[in-house]
């Protein structure tokens, strides 16, 4: 099992920031893949972006590159989603997973590959 806490969400002002954290605990961080995916009231989860066991690969939603930023911190069981220019769409209820199918150099954009999920963190971003 591997437990993820997320932290981070809140409200903001179109082109602001925020910087989402989730923490894991549990099994080992180092052996799984991260992702990032949210919800917005009334749609389906989409993914956001994910990270692979040791950086070297990162994916990003076509809606969110070159405005999101995902990384990791492997010595705090720790990953980042780092938000600038939001845009009142990206607002959603984000939540954090982990994928014991990825590796080094791989991060799937799949949810259905992702085993272990947070509670979420809402975001709201104002027009």
């Known amino acids: 099992q591997v437990q993820l806490v997320e932290s981070g969400g809140g409200l903001v002002q179109a082109g602001g920031s925020l910087r989402l954290s989730c923490a894991a605990s549990?099994?080992?961080?180092?052996?799984?893949?991260m992702g990032w995916f949210r919800q917005a009231p009334g749609k389906e989860r989409e993914f956001v972006a994910a990270?692979?066991?040791?950086?070297?690969?990162?994916n990003y939603a076509d809606s969110v590159k070159g405005r999101f930023t995902m990384s990791r911190d492997n010595a705090k069981n720790t990953v980042h989603l780092q938000m600038n220019s939001l845009k009142p769409q990206d607002t959603a209820v984000y939540y954090c997973?982990?994928?014991?199918?990825?590796?080094?150099?791989?991060?799937?954009?799949?949810?259905?590959?992702?085993?272990?999920w947070g509670q979420g963190t809402q975001v709201t971003v104002s027009s």
């Open positions: 549990g099994r080992t961080f180092t052996n799984y893949a």
């Open positions: 990270i692979s066991t040791s950086s070297a690969s990162t």
């Open positions: 997973a982990a994928d014991r199918q990825g590796n080094e150099y791989y991060a799937s954009a799949q949810s259905l590959e992702y085993a272990y």
